[in-house]
């Protein structure tokens, strides 16, 4: 039977003792650093929604559901015909949704593609990847974005949505001098839930010239 | 200066209110960030989101709540929501690790009070963690943990509650240092 007394105790007991779980670093708050970081993304974000004026925004997600249901069509297909037999016609984009949001929705999977690539590369030849962590954050927003998008609706690309985020976030907590055994842990997991092939077929095939306007 | 002065000029675009109102609740925000999650750079990353949240959303704040209680309110959304991502990529990291037999056949040593108590803090379900953290940890109010976690207060003050009644079993081979 427990006394109040006792309960009280303890209360008070776990209370003093809990100061150590997860207890912050004894140096001040890195305000500088993180309001630096904040600025940069906040002027980063307002580019952007000053490019994207409101009915741009409207068109951008449209053409840009379209081109993501494309890739997720192309993407079904495939799995459909794992004899290597052609992929299903995708549905034609309609003229008026335009190009350039065609461009901006492929260019994020592409750009996305591209770094991880040279990420798994760069880690295969010994090389650093604390300088991909800048990058990992540019992308990570946007990763994000898109979770946020009536996109992240269709299941399957949710989950590789999901996916490059988990990836994005651990990439962007690399630095100089860490472990590099982390960066083996992040490309292990990429292989083993397939990201990389998964991003790939999910890329919508066509004239675009974006693949080749990678980060790296 | 007041607060809500504060704010108003933040929304009339005034960036240097902007970088009162972030040094008047940064260190708090990183606090709680960095005590659910444990780590350095995911805190400043949960911190810095907080506040690109916040001023987004500022001209949405009505003033019904005290302005720390609404930034507390998306700090810890931020986080929580962040911890549920990283934890599910961590866990595929471990399965990994399990599957090419790293790490394992390796005996540890009894564990000392603090390791056990961190390791029985994790274990709780993630409501009852938050609510303790926030209240025996970080010193919030069951009013303050109400509010930024959108249940009522008695809610907080039953999960706390729990939260201690777990940690009491968990840690009974220490009994004698509260008995006593």
Redesign the interface.
């Known amino acids: 039977m427990m006394f109040e007394n006792d309960e009280e105790r303890f209360n008070e007991w776990l209370q003093d003792a809990a100061q150590t779980y997860h207890a912050p670093p004894a140096r001040p708050t890195p305000r500088e650093e993180m309001w630096a970081r904040i600025e940069a993304e906040r002027r980063r974000r307002a580019t952007r929604a000053i490019e994207l004026r409101p009915w741009a925004r409207w068109t951008l997600a449209v053409a840009a559901v379209l081109v993501l249901g494309i890739g997720i069509g192309r993407w079904t297909a495939r799995e459909r015909t794992p004899d290597g037999g052609a992929p299903v016609a995708a549905a034609d984009v309609p003229a008026d949704a335009g190009v350039a949001y065609q461009v901006a929705a492929t260019q994020y999977l592409s750009r996305t593609e591209a770094f991880l690539t040279g990420f798994r590369a760069d880690l295969r030849s010994g090389r650093s990847n604390a300088r991909f962590a800048g990058q990992a954050r540019d992308l990570l927003t946007t990763t994000r974005l898109m979770l946020d998008s009536p996109a992240a609706n269709d299941r399957r690309l949710r989950m590789l949505l999901e996916d490059l985020e988990l990836v994005l976030v651990q990439i962007s907590q690399l630095e100089a001098g860490r472990d590099p055994s982390n960066a083996d842990l992040i490309t292990q997991g990429m292989d083993q839930r397939n990201v990389l092939p998964n991003l790939r077929s999910a890329i919508p095939a066509g004239p675009v010239p974006v693949r080749a306007e990678g980060v790296l | 200066m007041d607060e809500r002065d504060l704010i108003s000029r933040v929304r009339a675009g005034d960036g240097v209110a902007e ?1 009162a109102l ?2 008047a609740h ?2 708090r925000v ?2 709680l960030a ?5 780590d ?6 949960f ?2 989101e907080t ?2 949240r916040a ?1 987004d959303r500022l001209p949405t704040f009505r003033g019904d709540s005290a302005f720390s209680t609404w930034l507390h309110a998306i700090t810890t959304t931020v986080v929580l929501n ?1 911890l549920r ?2 934890k ?2 961590r866990q ?2 471990t ?3 399990d599957a090419d037999g790293v790490g394992g056949g390796r005996r540890e040593a009894e564990p000392d ?2 390791v056990r ?2 390791r029985a ?1 994790d274990a709780l379900p993630e409501g009852y963690r938050t609510v ?2 926030m209240h ?2 970080e010193g919030y109010t069951h009013e303050e943990i109400g509010a930024a976690l959108g249940v009522e207060t008695g809610t907080s003050k039953a999960q706390l509650s729990r939260a ?1 009644a777990k ?2 079993e968990a ?1 009974a081979d220490f009994a004698g ?3 006593t």
């Open positions: 970088r972030y040094d940064v260190d990183y606090r960095y005590r659910l999650a444990g350095d750079v995911l805190a400043q990353d911190t810095q506040f690109i001023f962040g991502k990283v599910r990529f595929r990291e399965d990994l690790t009070l603090k108590l961190r803090i303790f953290v025996d940890v201690r940690l009491r840690l240092e509260w008995v």
